[in-house]
């Protein structure tokens, strides 16, 4: 029996959730620590001069910044992934992030080399965002190619874990800073620098993990026939790039509003437009990861039983009954608010987020598969999260009201939704090379999928 239509045994399963959670946890601490400090402290070491106000928009805008390095990242690992492997582009991204964010925590302050600081940041930030744009290709698809297919929405959710417990991390380790030093002047001197600096250790961890679990058993196929596509991009965009764009606009519906809270803004509206507590907040941002978690890891559960796509339409609909409630909630409630406007915010994320890696690695071919998930990934977070921190703080400063950051978090969403009743749901469908013409058709409800005997006996 081919590779591709084996499972691995169960403990290799556990040894590879073990890796990809681990890896994509330390990735996106990383990444999520510069989004956290973006908000509280680079705007005052590294964009001073520009004034309070502009400093915060250049300070968010870095973040938004780099994800356009984000599809670049996608490229080159997706076309590395397709003809050389997964693992080794988990590898490699891995330490380039790593290597990154230790760099920014010994970085001088504008005060220090002047105008040299924000621009090694920015430079910083954008090998950051090249990584970020690469790694999760390679990791939801070791996750997804090597389970069984009655159980790749909860296999998929493993690596989409990495994501809230990474934001955990980078939020309590920057609590941890604030509440023992306090943010003052100690914090901005070198406490900011700390949860930086641990990243070396992380990175080391990471490493030894990742080279220890197997190739997907679908590029081991691959590999083994020599049947590696040369150009996968070209191909992925000359057949796949209807498949691509409606792809991309289902993230683009979950990361506008996830990075209201992982991109700093909404912990930056509660400390400095409602005068809440900085530690205080970041505990809440904790706990709202803790059920980004739970319910993310539920998702992976749901997408297996009721399908990808309904489960989507349901985190969705979560995300949209709470656009405008949440800034009422901070803006009225306090800290309590605070906590329930990001448990709804978190749990809507969940569901929208748990699936994406599943229902992405069914609706690309095997031979354009990592190329695919990564740059529609990419593109999503471009269009979605990317600059939506500078965007909501632009309309708040604009036109003094969350109103207008609530509609378009509303538009977004309803534009992601719609884009999901787009796709087909396609659980089950065979992943290994044997199968590339079915998975080549009728992914979307405008295509006519293949009748194979496998894809009957499903029905």
């Known amino acids: 029996m081919s590779a591709s239509h084996t499972a691995a045994r169960p403990s290799s399963q556990r040894r590879i959730a073990f890796a990809t959670i681990i890896g994509t946890t330390i990735e996106w601490y990383d990444f999520f620590i510069y989004a956290t400090s973006a908000g509280l402290v680079f705007a005052q070491l590294f964009f001073q001069p520009a004034g309070k106000e502009i400093a915060l928009l250049l300070s968010l ?26 693992r080794t582009m988990l590898v490699v991204t891995l330490v380039l992030m790593g290597v990154a964010t230790t760099l920014i925590g010994v970085l001088p302050s504008y005060s220090q080399i002047g105008i040299a600081a924000p621009i090694f940041l920015l430079l910083l930030r954008i090998l950051q965002g090249l990584s970020a744009g690469g790694e999760w290709g390679g990791a939801v698809l070791m996750a997804v190619e090597h389970a069984p297919a009655d159980r790749r929405g909860r296999a998929g959710s493993w690596p989409q874990l990495g ?26 001197q070198w406490g900011w620098r700390v949860p930086f600096l641990v990243s070396v250790v992380l990175i080391v961890v990471g490493f030894v993990i990742r080279r220890s679990v197997e190739e997907s ?17 070209v191909t992925l965009f000359k057949r796949h790039w209807g498949l691509v764009v409606l792809a991309a606009l289902v993230f683009v519906g979950n990361s506008t509003l996830g990075y209201m809270t992982t991109g700093g803004f909404l912990n930056n509206y509660a400390i400095a437009e409602q005068g809440l507590d900085t530690t205080a907040v970041l505990l809440a941002a904790c706990v709202a990861a803790l059920v980004w978690f739970c ?65 992405y690695s069914e609706i690309f071919p ?7 998930v990564s740059i529609t990934y ?21 036109t003094g009201t969350t109103a207008a950051v609530s509609w378009y978090l509303l538009i977004t969403t309803l534009l992601g939704a719609g884009a999901a009743l787009c796709l087909r749901d396609r659980s089950g469908i065979p992943l290994g090379p044997d199968h590339e013409a079915e998975q080549a058709h009728g992914a979307t409800v405008f295509s006519t999928p293949v009748a194979t005997p496998e894809l009957l006996s499903q029905r």
């Not at 590999?223 to 991009?233: D, F």
């Open 378 to 398: 990419a593109l999503g977070a471009v269009f979605g999260g990317a600059f939506a921190p500078m965007i909501s703080q632009m309309l708040l400063d604009t």
């Open 295 to 359: 319910s993310t890891l539920f998702s992976g559960y749901l997408a297996d039983v009721l399908g990808r796509r309904t489960t989507f339409l349901i985190g969705f609909g979560i995300q949209a009954i709470a656009a405008f409630p949440i800034f009422w909630l901070v803006s009225t409630g306090g800290l309590p608010g605070l906590y329930t406007a990001l448990v709804l915010i978190s749990t809507g994320l969940g569901l929208t987020y748990g699936p994406l890696a599943a229902w």
């Open 217 to 233: 058993p679908v590029f081991t196929e691959i590999a083994e026939r020599g049947a590696q596509t040369s150009a996968p991009i």
């Open 61 to 86: 805008a870095t973040v938004g910044i780099s994800f356009l390095f984000r599809p670049l990242g996608a490229f080159l690992a997706g076309h590395f992934g397709d003809i050389i492997g997964r």
């Open 366 to 372: 095997a031979s354009v598969r990592f190329s695919g």
């Open 163 to 188: 994501v809230p417990l990474g934001f955990l991390l980078a939020s309590g380790m920057t609590a941890l800073m604030t509440g023992v030093i306090s943010p003052g002047e100690a914090y901005l």
